[in-house]
Structure formats: structure tokens, C-alpha cells
């Protein structure tokens, strides 16, 4: 059965390329509450209608320019996510493997107030398996639902109006979507919402991969696919960076419309997926009107998520003007370029703190969670996973990043000359 030739995107784009290739990070279905963390999901190979499709061969260019066109704006299904990062597990079922369960405990219902609080929902969808029902009609209106054991937890955008409910608490946060200026629509969801609740469809991971498409990255096309009982072509995205932890990214794109309907990303490590998100069901009829429509059941808790957060804002500010102790964070820097950046996080605890964290029981913890390692740089421990890691440095410095330990020790050796 013929199959697409791989035909590589090297070196940065320029001229109408680049035009392209910028473009490209705008498409797709807009999903301003129809997602969820980023970052993390191998889908449990269950997908109607698997095999190879014959389809027409396609270059990579053209594939991402199919994409860029790509002009739905009416879509809903069923997105499976599965999360294997190689986190540890944590008390109370909150770290890897843990369930979290909707509604489980005060950490499942958002907190000590018992409300809905999207917050609350990052922790539960950084590790296993996750069923979301979502549905979009065009920019005013999404709905997703992570789908819990014994209860449900439910965002819905429609127009002026976001809601997030959980109801194995049975409580509701509300909050008030700003409005764009230019186009006298509402941007999606408002400030407080996590972002990661956002992006966590294939269509937003898609995106955010091809926005380090250029010298640092090779692109090709692979085999095609059948996703949801739809025909794909699939997208290959590898660094060219060695340091990078990232193996591959596979993005299978519908063959009919340019939709991502899968994004699938293998540490180089080998080994299952960690971020794996795909659709098993999908419908690109308009949703019906009622979809977007939500009312706080009877008795449910309802909080002013506006008022919540302004207070939230307020209470912040005051403890850091009324903090006198040891200087706080001073701040995220950027180091590097496409898949080997790293993020630095200048110490918290100052000169004073220095070398603290090597020292006691806080440094025979540290080398039980992490290794022990040292550089021109002085000494740390690094915290692994499967696909990000982290040197914390005994003065309180953090370097993280997707890329291997040495990349870590060389940036903090650099950042010491």
C-alpha cells in the first residue's frame, strides 16, 4: 500500500515560508475551555477503524499549510488522554497514578472552600488515564467534561459567561470572559483559568510543537493513520538538538479538513507515550444550542470567581509587601534555544540561604528524591522524569528544562562564569 515519502523541513523558513509557518501556529478549532494540561498524556489504543489508509502523498509543507487553512469551527467527541511522565507517587493519591478522584477529598473539590476551582484539576490530569467529552462552536462557545469514576467535572464557555462545576461537590465557580476590543467578542476564558485548561486537545499540543518548527527541528511526513474512524496523514516532529529528551512528536492531521486529531509525544528514552491526546470520537456537525447551556443545580455552592480572584490578587499583595524575611524568587529567566531551552529560577533563599539545602535532614531528603551532582558550578541534586528535568543547585537555584543532566550542569556552569 503506498505510503507518503518523509520529506524534511530543514534550516528556518523565510519569505513566504516563514509567513506560512507562522500562520500555522494560529489554526484549528478555538478551544479557550475545551482542554486540559498541557503537557502531559499514550492514548489506550482503542481508536474505530485502525489501519493505513491509501491516501494522495503530501510533503511536509503542504501538509502544515493544510493545516494553517483549516477553517472548522464546529466539532465535538470524546478525547482520550493518558499521562506517563514517570512522576513519583504522593500522599493522598496526588502524585502519579494517584486518581484524585473527582469529588475525592478536599483536594478533588478544588480545595478547603469546596469549590470548583480549575486549579485543582492540573494535579489530577498530570498522571493516567483520562476520558474528556468536549465541543466547540466557534469562539464563543466550548464545553469540556473530564469524566471522573464517580463524578464529573465540566467547563463551559457561552459568550459573556464561563462556569466550572464539580459535581461531586456539587459547587460552581463563575466567572466573567473579557471582552476583545477588536473583534466585540469575549477572548475565552478570563483570567484566573489555568492555561493549561486549555490546551490540552490535539489541535492546541499540535500548535504549540510547531511553534519551534525551524533549524532546531526536522519535519516530515510519516505513514497515514485512521483516528477515529477518520483517514490521517501523520506529521513527524524530531529536534535536531541531542540534548533535548524529546524522541519524536507524531501528529495525525484529518485528511479531509486539516484538523490534528492526535498528537503523540515518545521521550527518546524510548518506552510508552508521555504526551499522547487523541480523539476516539469526533462529529464535525454543529453541536446543538443547549450544549453550551449550564445552570448551578439546586443547592450547589456558587462562588464569584471575579471576586475570588481580586481578593486572591489582594491578599498576594499583601503578604509580599508585609514579607521581611529572606528575599523571594527572584524571577524566571530563559536560557537556550528551541527544544534544549531552559527556565532558571534564581534562589529563594538569598545569600543567606546559601548552600542551606545541602545541609541536615533537608539534604539527606533531597538525596533520596534526586542525584547528587557537582560542576564548576558548586553542587545540586537533579530531579528526573521521564521527559523533564530539574537541577535545584545548594544555593536554591533552579535550571529545568526537556533536556538530559549534562545540559543542566553546562547551564549552571555557564551561569557561574
Keep these: 500500500m503506498p505510503r507518503n515519502e518523509p520529506t524534511e523541513v530543514t534550516g528556518e523558513w523565510d519569505g513566504e515560508r516563514s509567513a506560512k509557518r507562522r500562520k500555522a501556529v494560529r489554526y484549528g478549532v478555538p478551544v479557550a475551555v475545551a482542554g486540559v494540561a498541557a503537557a502531559t498524556i499514550g492514548l489506550v489504543p482503542a481508536f ?5 489508509p491509501d491516501l494522495p502523498k503530501i510533503s511536509a509543507q503542504d501538509l502544515i499549510a493544510k493545516i494553517t487553512k483549516s477553517d472548522v469551527q464546529q466539532l465535538s467527541g470524546t478525547v482520550q488522554v493518558t499521562t506517563d511522565l514517570g512522576l513519583p507517587s504522593l500522599p493522598g493519591g496526588m502524585g502519579a ?3 484524585g478522584g473527582f469529588g475525592g477529598g478536599e483536594q478533588g473539590r478544588g480545595g478547603a472552600d469546596g469549590a470548583a ?3 485543582s484539576k492540573l494535579t489530577e490530569l498530570a498522571s493516567g488515564t483520562h476520558t474528556l467529552r468536549v465541543a466547540v462552536d466557534g469562539p464563543e462557545k466550548q464545553r469540556v467534561s473530564i469524566v471522573g469514576n464517580s463524578a464529573d467535572y465540566t467547563l463551559v464557555h457561552n459568550g459573556a459567561d464561563v462556569w466550572a462545576y464539580d459535581s461531586g461537590s456539587n459547587s460552581a465557580v463563575h466567572h466573567t470572559a473579557p471582552r476583545d476590543g477588536h473583534r466585540g467578542t469575549h477572548r475565552g476564558a478570563p483570567e484566573g483559568l489555568p492555561k493549561g485548561l486549555q490546551s490540552a486537545t490535539p489541535q492546541e499540543l499540535a500548535k504549540a510543537a510547531l511553534e519551534k518548527a525551524g533549524d532546531t527541528t526536522s519535519v516530515t511526513v ?3 493513520a485512521k483516528v477515529a474512524g477518520r483517514d490521517a496523514y501523520q506529521l513527524v516532529i524530531k529536534p535536531k538538538q541531542t540534548a533535548s529528551t524529546v524522541g519524536s512528536i507524531r501528529v495525525a492531521v484529518d485528511a479531509a479538513n486539516g484538523v490534528p486529531l492526535k498528537f503523540t509525544l515518545t521521550p527518546k528514552s524510548g518506552g510508552p507515550a508521555a504526551i499522547d491526546v487523541g480523539y476516539t470520537r469526533v462529529d464535525f456537525a454543529r453541536p446543538a444550542a443547549d ?13 464569584n470567581g471575579d471576586k475570588a480572584g481580586e481578593q486572591a490578587a489582594r491578599q498576594h499583595g499583601k503578604a509580599l509587601k508585609d514579607h521581611k524575611g529572606p528575599k523571594d524568587f527572584g524571577g524566571l529567566d530563559v536560557i537556550g534555544k528551541g527544544w534544549t531551552s531552559i ?11 546559601k548552600d542551606q539545602l545541602a545541609k541536615g535532614d533537608a539534604g539527606k531528603f533531597l538525596d533520596s528524591l534526586g542525584t547528587k551532582v557537582t560542576g564548576s558550578f558548586g553542587s545540586g541534586h537533579v530531579f528526573s522524569t521521564r521527559l523533564v528535568n530539574a537541577l535545584m543547585t545548594d544555593d536554591g537555584t533552579v535550571y529545568v528544562g526537556a533536556v538530559d543532566k549534562q545540559a543542566l550542569i553546562a547551564a549552571a556552569d555557564a551561569a557561574k562564569k
Design 48 to 52: 474505530a477503524g485502525s489501519g493505513s
Design 97 to 99: 497514578g494517584g486518581a
Design 117 to 119: 476551582s480549575p486549579q
Design 222 to 224: 510519516g505513514d497515514t
Design 291 to 303: 450544549t453550551f447551556s449550564f445552570t448551578p443545580p439546586k443547592g450547589a455552592k456558587v462562588v
Design 343 to 353: 527556565a532558571t529560577v534564581k534562589g529563594a533563599g538569598g545569600h543567606a540561604g
